[in-house]
C-alpha cells in the first residue's frame, strides 16, 4: 500500500483562542505544534500565521520566522497559505511565498466561504501559478467545488503547473462543497492518472472523510485549521492528539504514514529544481 501523507493544518485563518484555547498563535507555538505533529506522522505542514492580536495576517516576516524556525528542528515539508482570509487582497496574501517554503497552496476558483466570499478569478489564480513556478514552489491545489478541478487543469495545459499535480479536496465549508463521500469519488474520477490527493473534511467529516480517503488510496489533512473536536463535545487538546488518530487507523488499514523524505519523492518536489533550465 502506498504511504500516506498526512497534512497537519494547525491554526487556519477563521479559528480563534476562546473557541479553541490551545491553538498555537505566537511564532514560537506554531513552531512547536509543527515539531509535535512531525512527530505523531505529518510530513506536511500547512502553514497561516497570526499577529500579535491573533488577527491572521499573511506578514512574510512571520511567515519566515516560523519556516526557519520549522526547518531547524525536523524535516517536515512547509506549505504556506496563498488563501489567507477572504477579506486580504491577492498582493497581501502572496507575500507568503517570499520565504521560500516547499509548498504553497493553490485555490482554482472563487467560492462561497460562509458569510464571505473566497475570491479567485482566473488573473488572480493564474499570477499566483506563475509566481510559484518562477519560485520553484509546488501547489497543492485547493479544491472547495468540483469545477476547481477543470480549472487546474486548465493552468496545466497552459504550462502554469506540472505533472503530478497535488490536490486537496476541503469538504464541508459552508456554502462550499457539502461533505459527501459520493463527491470524493466523483472528484478522484477526475484527476489524472498520476496526480496525488488528499481530503480535509471540516468539522466532524474530518475523521470521517479522513477514514475513507484511507481506505482509498488517498492522503488526508486534520488539524485545528478544518477541525478543533476530538470527539463530539470534547475540544482536541492539541493538533497533533488528531495527527495521532489518523496515523493510528492509518495502520489498522495497512497505510504506512509517509515520512517527510518519502511525501517529498511521491509529491516529486524537487521537480523544478531537476529541470530548472528548461521551466523558467
Ligand atoms: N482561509 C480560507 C479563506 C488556503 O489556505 O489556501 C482560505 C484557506 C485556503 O485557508
Ligand atoms: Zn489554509
Redesign the pocket.
Known sequence: MQPVIITA?LV???VTREQQPHLPITPQEIISAAVECYEAGASII?I?VRDAQGN?TQDGALFSEVVEGIRARCDVITQV??????WMSAEERLQSIECRPDMA???TGTVN?GD?V?MNNRGLVESFARRLREYGIVPEI?VFDVGMIDEALRLHSMGLISDPIHFDF?MGVPGALVADPVHLVHMVRCLPPDSTWSVAGIGRHQLTLGTIALAMGGNVRVGF?DNIYYRKGQLAKSNAELVARIARIAGELDRPVATPAQAREILQLERYRKQDDKLL
Open positions: 493544518a487556519g485563518a477563521e500547512h497561516h491572521a497559505s496563498t488563501g489567507g482570509a477572504v497552496t493553490l485555490t466561504f464571505g473566497f485547493e476541503v485549521e
